[in-house]
Structures are given as structure tokens and as C-alpha cells.
């Protein structure tokens, strides 16, 4: 088969469409003929040697995919040869085939396109494990999104819509915010203009976020705990803001706050499994019936994906980029 691979860290150039061996599912595992696949942050860290696959995963980018089922391991059934799907992977979705655990695999929702199904899987599993699983996002409660128009806000807006909470957005313009507000955001913040501690505190008569979904990590630790109400949940998925932080234990203490912070790609597979089974049981069922969908900036060749990294790179997409298999 062919595949994205990565001879050595650096730019988006040095990503090569090039012959490699032909992956065999194991015990548990299908292989999937990958129709497209989706370019997330974490690709763009490990093609910069910043972010190693896990180990025993394809050393090819890529973490989601939907495709056709070609082939089942040993040990599957729920499962036939042909069947749609959309999966969660560890690695290997810039690829013509990847093989899949069986427990992350995901039909593609009805009324959602092939293609664009490969938009779901991250960002889904992600936003639930998340907002809901670890920070409990309750009806009636204020969700704050940092990076509210890329591919986890756009989502992170809809599902939290969905259950009834009031959700605030951070974004860079004007037509990002506005892109949020047709989604259902309810609170519009421009970073650049804007201080949003002060907003959301504005916005909630004091209150704060209940929710926060932080993608910048240490640029943003202190102002996120100003930010955060009485028993408030912080959730950090991202660093892109740095590693390091100074924590006000205090402010902390006096608001009964928590802080988790998660990764999805290395979790176990009994974890990933049980993250893809509540999204199945909880989030297709909005989808099937368009209370929410997948937000696709643009779709591009997978042979292209040096041009998908400079546009994720550059920011100025909305929602996901998607490189679709020869």
C-alpha cells in the first residue's frame, strides 16, 4: 500500500507519499480501506518529532479514518467484510489501509457522507470523554470553548447545545465568532480584543464558566482558573499554549475547582473502547438526527498533505481538514 511517512522531523515538506508493507490485523483488530482521513494537531507535533506514536502503532500520522472494512482478525464479530465505518486510531490514518482494534470502530452515522464521517472520531471522542465523561457538562450549566471554531470547538459547541448548557467561545475574528453563533454559541469572545476572564464574567453576572475546555495549557492556566465558577471543572486537552504553568492553589481551593487534564492517543484500549461505546450510545443518536454534525473546512488528496499541515498551521480554517485516499 502507500502511505504518508515522516523520514525526518520538520516542516510540512518533509512529508513523503511513498510504498510500505501492507498492515495484517491481529487478534481483535479489522483492516479498513481508508477512504479519507482527518488532520489533527498531534500530527503536526509528531511530524515535528515532538509527539511519538505509542508503542506497537503504525508510525504514519494520522488519528481517525472512515473507510470500508477489508479483512477481520481473529476474535471479531459484531463485524462484516464491506461494512461502512469510521474508527479512532493510535496512528495510521494517512495511509490506504490501517488496522483497527475492533472496540474503536464506529458505523458512519446515517444522513453523514463517507467522506466526511472521517471528520467524527477525534473530535467526538474527545469533547465526551471530556466535557461530559471526566468535567460531567450539565444542563443549564455555562461551557467555555477555547478555539471555538477548529474541529473539537465546532463540536464541543454542538454537544454541549445539545444538552442544554449555555456555551462561550474564544476565537481569533469576527468571522470565526460568527461561524460559532451559527452553531448555537451563545457567548462571543474575541482573544485578540477581548480579556476573557472579563467577558465570561460579565456574561454570567459574576458566576463564571462551570466548563472549560482548554486547549492552550500553560498560557492560559491562571486566567482559566479566574475564569472558572464556584465548583467549577477545568479540562485541559491541549498545550499549545506550553507546558508549564503557575497554579493558584488558593483560587483553586476557594472555589472547590478540579483540573483534569487527558490525552486520548496513548490511553489503553479498554479506556478507548469505552469512550467509542458512549459515543455510539450518546452522540450518533444526534447526529443521525442533524441536531449536530461534522464541520469540514475543506478536502484535500492525501498525496497533499504537506498542503493540509500548512493550512492547520496557519489557522485559518474552520473545523476539520480532511485528505481523502487516492
Known sequence: MHAITIPEPGGPEVLEWGEVPDPVPGEGEVLVDVVATAVNRADIMQRQGHYDPPPGASPYPGLECSGRIAALGPGVSGWAVGDEVCALLAGGGYAEKVVVPAGQL???PKGVSLVQ???????????????????????????????GSSGIGT????????VGARVAVTAGTQEKLDYCAELGADILINYREQDFVTEIKRATDGAGADVILDNMGAKYLDRNVQALAVNGRLAIIGLQGGI?????????????????ATSLRARPLTEKAAIVAAVREHVWPLLESGHIRPVVDREL????????????????????VLLIAP
Open 106 to 108: 464506529l458505523p458512519v
Open 117 to 147: 464521517a472521517a471528520a467524527l472520531p477525534e473530535v467526538v471522542c474527545t469533547v465526551w470523554s471530556n466535557v461530559f465523561m471526566v468535567a460531567h457538562l450539565r444542563p443549564g450549566e455555562t461551557l467555555l470553548v477555547h478555539g
Open 155 to 162: 463540536m464541543a459547541i454542538q454537544l454541549g447545545k445539545a
Open 244 to 260: 508549564k504553568g503557575e497554579l493558584n492553589l488558593a483560587m483553586l481551593l476557594g472555589k472547590r475547582a478540579a483540573i483534569s
Open 301 to 320: 488528496p492525501m498525496t497533499e498533505a504537506s498542503e493540509a499541515h500548512r493550512v492547520l498551521e496557519a489557522s485559518g480554517h474552520i473545523g476539520k
